[in-house]
Nanobody, 129 residues
Framework: QVQLVESGGGLVQAGDSLRLSCAASGRSLSSFPMGWFRQAPGKGRDFVARMNRSGGGIYYADSVKGRFAMSRDNAANTVNLQMNSLKPEDTAVYYC??????????????????????WGQGTQVTVSS
């Protein structure tokens, strides 16, 4: 069992930055791929970013590439999402999730909600224009 808790969301203006964190309990995250997704009002949950296990690469949705950066803090057992140059269209509830074995190995699987086994409760990010 893994419990994930996101934090760091809030209300900001366009162009501002936010740093989201996902803290885990019950298991160390350092050995597992992690993902970030978001869900805007009235829409489905969309892929944002994924970090594979050590040396396995970080992948981003085109909509956030160059603005968002995902990282790990293994000592704190957290994963983070640094979000810069925020836009109103980034407004959503942001979720972190962990991928347990068998791991995704393709780009399409990275983006699939069902690939991930445990999810946090989400943190709201609102970007005003």
């Amino acid at each position: 069992q893994v419990q994930l808790v996101e934090s760091g969301g809030g209300l900001v203006q366009a162009g501002d930055s936010l740093r989201l964190s996902c803290a885990a309990s019950g298991r160390s995250l350092s050995s597992f791929p992690m993902g970030w997704f978001r869900q805007a009002p009235g829409k489905g949950r969309d892929f944002v970013a994924r970090m594979n296990r050590s040396g396995g690469g970080i992948y981003y949705a085109d909509s956030v590439k160059g603005r968002f950066a995902m990282s790990r803090d293994n000592a704190a057992n957290t994963v983070n999402l640094q979000m810069n140059s925020l836009k109103p269209e980034d407004t959503a509830v942001y979720y972190c999730a962990v991928d347990l074995p068998p791991y995704a190995t393709t780009w399409s699987a990275y983006q699939r909600e069902t690939q991930y086994d445990y999810w946090g409760q989400g943190t709201q990010v609102t970007v005003s224009s």
